[in-house]
């Protein structure tokens, strides 16, 4: 079973300039999480759909950021206008929906490395 | 969510047991303590977590001290592919809503032949 995967695995853009990041979630997971970790500092949660709905974003930093999963399969994280700040690897996660089971661990895709000049 | 603090760093001879310590002393009780790590240049993965009472999987496993304020993750025989940071997360456990991580800094674990 293939796990998340993520494109690009580099990107390196100028400020100002818009980039788009896609995630696929393992087949069938409804939840799909972005994070992020800048330079430095520790991963942090983005937001978190259930299918195509945004149950939480309150890890987005500005309005720069839009997450899109249009259909509830994979999603893109859209940053635009890039400022420097925004470098860092973006994670993307997923797991299986809640059917009863008590904790559905995350599965982590390997990131993209954003580097805005 | 309860605040974690781990060691930043921790050394482990290859074969031996890595026995890395978390304090959750804060922790309340519906949280539960989950262990990921990062290997370097990829994502975070899950490794185990628990309530109170012992864990063990084909991973690892987790001892939980008795009063739940503090806990430590053993793997059994450290290899070279276990190094990585390691991170302790505690949280209520939450159905789709909420499910986020958080975390922390973690402690790197180097295994060292």
Sequence with gaps: ?117 | DAKTTQPPSMDCAEGRAANLPCNHSTISGNEYVYWYRQIHSQGPQYIIHGLKNNETNEMASLIITEDRKSSTLILPHATLRDTAVYYCIVRVARNNAGNMLTFGGGTRLMVKP
């Design chain 1, 1 to 117: 079973e293939a796990g998340v995967t993520q494109f690009p695995s580099h990107s390196v853009i100028e400020k100002g300039q818009t980039v788009t990041l896609r995630c696929d979630p393992i087949s069938g997971h409804d939840n799909l999480y972005w994070y992020r970790r800048v330079m430095g500092k520790e991963i942090k949660f983005l937001l978190h759909f259930v299918k195509e709905s945004k149950q939480d974003e309150s890890g987005m930093p500005n309005n720069r950021f839009l997450a899109e999963r249009t259909g509830g399969t994979y999603s893109t994280l859209k940053v635009q206008p890039a400022e420097l700040e925004d470098s860092g690897v973006y994670f993307c996660a997923s797991s299986q929906e809640d059917r009863g089971r008590f904790y559905n661990e995350q599965f982590f895709g390997p990131g993209t490395r954003l580097t805005v000049l």
